[in-house]
């Protein structure tokens, strides 16, 4: 079972920095995609940045030239340089993947919780 783990999540004040990173089990040249998504408490999760096979991110609108999103083959990671945060960025942030050979298997880590907060 290929497992995703999270890490780098934390507080930290308005207009700091965090990085997050995903660590698959796994080569992560299995997977067609991989991103990070959020829930904030009372939403609906949502996209932050996805990477494909080919490429260059995707990222939500409300992330774009704050956020980005990189991988790296020799270290099966992806991670998610976070700059200028604000408090609407807060929440429970979530690595997912999506496997070449069936897209149908979609695995997610378990979270790891960025609050922005003064």
């Not at 340089?81 to 997912?96: G, H, I, K, W």
Request: hydrophobic share 35%; net charge neutral; charged share 20%.
């Amino acid at each position: 079972q290929v497992q995703l783990v999270e890490s780098g999540g934390g507080l930290v004040q308005p207009g700091g920095s965090l990085r997050l990173s995903c660590a698959a089990s796994e080569s992560i040249f299995m997977f067609n995609s991989m991103g990070w998504f959020r829930q904030a408490p009372g939403k609906q999760r949502e996209l932050v940045a996805v990477l494909f096979a080919t490429g260059s991110p995707d990222y939500a609108d409300a992330v774009k030239g704050r956020f980005t999103l990189s991988r790296d083959y020799a270290k099966n990671t992806v991670s998610l340089q976070m700059n200028s945060l604000e408090p609407e960025d807060t929440a429970v942030y979530y690595c997912r993947a999506e496997q070449r050979s069936d897209p149908r298997n979609i695995y997610w880590g378990h979270g790891t919780q960025v609050t922005v907060s003064s």
